[in-house]
């Protein structure tokens, strides 16, 4: 059984390389910022419109991890 927070983590945030919802989260838990995970990906560097996305993604992860 599958549950939306399956279906979450494959969502593609970015559609260039194809980079999805948990492998961005996975990279953020490993310590990686922003520009790490666009390294690592290649995310950020097509046609930027994912910046905003996954920008505000990785906010709302860093709000968790204070929680």
Known sequence: MTTENDNLAD???CS???TTRGKI???FKQG?????ISSW?????GCGGCEWD????????????KE
């Open 25 to 27: 989260q996975s990279l």
């Open 54 to 65: 996954i920008a505000q993604f990785l906010k709302e992860l860093a709000e968790l991890e």
């Open 11 to 13: 969502e593609v945030m």
């Open 32 to 36: 990686l910022d922003m520009e790490a």
């Open 41 to 45: 990906t290649g995310t950020l560097t």
């Open 16 to 18: 260039c390389s194809g």
